[in-house]
């Protein structure tokens, strides 16, 4: 798996700007700590719970796999009745 993790985000960072230390602590750089599937679904609940998007927006939680070149639909969201084309 290839991600970066929070504490080296701000590791190199503090390196870069050391008096900003204070602020990049208190930073979150988007961690993923679980699957990229769990991640993937919250980030979605994040989109279908905005005021911003529309409900009948039509939402795709996809991964990519870089080893394989495959991408897979881990969730669909919104649009009633709508079908995600296939890939």
């Known amino acids: 798996m290839t991600h970066f993790h929070d504490a080296t985000i701000k590791k190199a960072l503090i390196e870069i700007a050391p ?3 204070q602020s990049i602590e208190a930073s979150s750089f988007g961690e993923i700590t679980g699957s ?3 991640s993937i679904k919250h980030d979605l609940a994040l989109l279908k719970a905005s005021p911003l998007i529309k409900k009948t927006t039509l939402l795709l939680g996809m991964k990519y ?8 639909v881990v969730e669909t ?3 009633e009745g709508t079908q995600a ?3």
């Not at 796999?65 to 897979?72: A, F, M, N, P, W």
């Open 77 to 79: 969201s919104g649009a």
């Open 36 to 38: 990229i599937e769990e």
């Open 65 to 72: 796999d870089i080893e394989t070149g495959v991408l897979t």
């Open 19 to 21: 008096e900003e230390s």
């Open 85 to 87: 084309a296939s890939l």
